[in-house]
């Protein structure tokens, strides 16, 4: 590793190195977007139906739980090495590892909002006479919809903030950036760190506005905008 | 796997074991007096809470780059975002404990006549046990896992040989799959061991309060 003097004057070399190249981080933080993306959509197809109906029968509470825990312990890096000797270099294997890393906490929360939906309110629901389906379209998913966001925001912040280790196995994004000081020297290094932090708290605060509006009015009182692994209960 | 074990696997699995308890210690010996402070007063909560929400938001492998300038390439830094990292998971969990105490018990414990000091280290602390022990299996886990990251910056760690392995023009998979066991295993070990210490702690939470 090629080791610049690193040191408070590195701040103003990185700042200067983002002002330089605006157009090249942009498109680095866009391809960064796009892979965070696919991999978000895939874990939300997977994650979200399976947990909602697990949750709507009240089974496998071991499964939804115990995935979030094995996903916790997989580190990312070993996962997006894994897949690469599965899948070759690109695009492909590290979708498939972000998406591995975003399906715990999206399975675990949309389980446990829809398992812990009042009693009372889906004996009610099936007493006027609801079918299955309008239980859970009408009941059942609003009333689960801020923990289900809950976790779809802790997946999404956590394959973006992942997203740049994806370079080492040919991801692109900022990412291609940070592990190769030998070309962008420390100040770039620095420079994209800083835009990949930018880029993190965007995507949080953007995916809290979203879950504000989606939040039925009635249950908007609670708290959004706390702990992303407050709700993940290990 | 058994061929570098002595050289290259076995010293990565021990600073990998060091480089994570220093910062749950330490990330312990800092959540504790927080949450205790939050617990006294309320108000600090939510900025304390906030506060730590953020840090989580910021990608290790850029809050490592990050800290470069403080501290340069050192122990130092990697531990500086490992511990920032553990207090985000121990911190909520030790004020949720704290403060999840049933309104009922507090009342018991008044009108037995327990000062403020008796209620919290006789009543609430020992309540708070299976939540903080919660916190300290979630710190532990990720811990294992963001110090993979750290040998980007370092060559230390299980993150090492999976990172050279990366560098070859035809990746090694024995590396990448023995290293990456390894750290899955370390973590689901920890994650084992707080659990039979939560069972010896309080033994009345058999059935996972925490």
Redesign the interface.
């Known amino acids: 590793?090629i080791?610049d003097t690193?040191?408070?004057h590195?701040?103003v070399e990185a700042f200067r190195f983002i002002g330089d190249n605006q157009h090249f981080l942009l498109s680095k933080a866009l391809e960064q977007l796009e892979l965070a993306g696919a991999a978000l959509l895939i874990s939300v197809a997977i994650a979200l139906p399976a947990g909602v109906v697990l949750g709507h029968y009240h089974r496998g509470a071991n499964v939804a739980i115990g995935t979030s825990?094995?996903g916790?312990?997989?580190?990312?890096?070993?996962l997006i090495?894994?897949f690469?000797?599965l899948l070759g270099i690109g695009f492909v294997n590290n979708m498939v590892a972000l998406a591995v890393l975003g399906t715990g906490p999206i399975l675990t929360n949309s389980f446990d909002g829809i398992d812990r939906v009042d009693r009372d309110a889906v004996e009610a629901a099936r007493g006027m006479g609801m079918t299955d389906s309008q239980m859970l379209r009408r009941v059942e998913l609003p009333l689960a919809i801020p923990m289900i966001f809950t976790g779809i925001r802790v997946a999404a912040?956590t394959i973006?903030?992942?997203a740049?280790?994806a370079a080492?196995?040919g991801g692109g994004g900022l990412?291609d950036i940070?592990?190769n000081q030998a070309s962008y020297r420390?100040a770039g290094?620095?420079g994209a760190?800083?835009c990949?932090?930018l880029l993190?708290?965007l995507v949080?605060l953007a995916l809290a506005a979203i879950q504000i509006a989606v939040t039925p009015a009635p249950l908007r009182g609670s708290r959004v905008?706390?702990?992303?692994?407050?709700k993940e209960?290990? | 796997m058994q061929e570098h074990w002595g050289d290259t696997l076995g010293p990565a699995l021990v600073q990998h074991i060091e480089l994570t308890l220093i910062a749950v210690v330490i990330g312990f010996v800092l959540a504790f007096p927080l949450a205790l402070l939050a617990h006294r007063y309320r108000v600090l909560e939510q900025p304390f809470?906030?506060f730590?929400?953020?840090l989580?938001?910021?990608?290790?492998?850029?809050?490592f780059?990050?800290l470069?300038?403080?501290s340069?390439?050192t122990t130092t830094t990697v531990e500086i975002a490992l511990v920032a990292y553990t207090l985000?998971?121990l911190f909520?969990n030790f004020v949720?404990g704290l403060n999840g105490t049933p309104s009922e018990v507090l009342e018991a414990a008044r009108g037995m006549g327990l000062t403020q000091r008796q209620v919290l280290w006789r009543v609430e602390l020992p309540l708070a046990v299976p939540a903080i022990i919660?916190g300290l299996?979630?710190a532990v886990?990720?811990t294992?896992?963001?110090a993979?990251?750290a040998?980007?910056l370092l060559p230390k760690g299980l993150?090492y040989p999976?990172?050279l392995?990366?560098k070859e023009p035809t990746?090694f998979?024995t590396e990448?799959?023995s290293?990456?066991l390894l750290?899955?295993v370390l973590?689901?070990t920890c994650?084992a061991l707080l659990v039979g210490l939560r069972r010896v702690l309080v033994p009345w939470a058999r059935k996972g309060l925490?």
């Open positions: 590793m080791l690193a040191n408070l590195t701040f825990i094995v916790r312990g997989l580190p990312s890096l070993v090495a894994t690469l000797t912040v973006v903030a992942t740049p280790i080492v196995a990412g940070i592990v420390l290094v620095l760190s800083l990949v932090m993190s708290a949080f905008v706390g702990n992303p692994r407050r209960t290990l | 809470g906030a730590s929400a953020l989580y938001t910021i990608p290790s492998l850029a809050l780059q990050f470069i300038p403080f340069g390439l985000v998971m909520p949720a919660g299996r979630i886990v990720s294992v896992a963001i993979t990251i040998a980007l993150g999976i990172f392995a990366l990746p998979k990448i799959y290293a990456g750290a899955v973590a689901l994650d925490a």
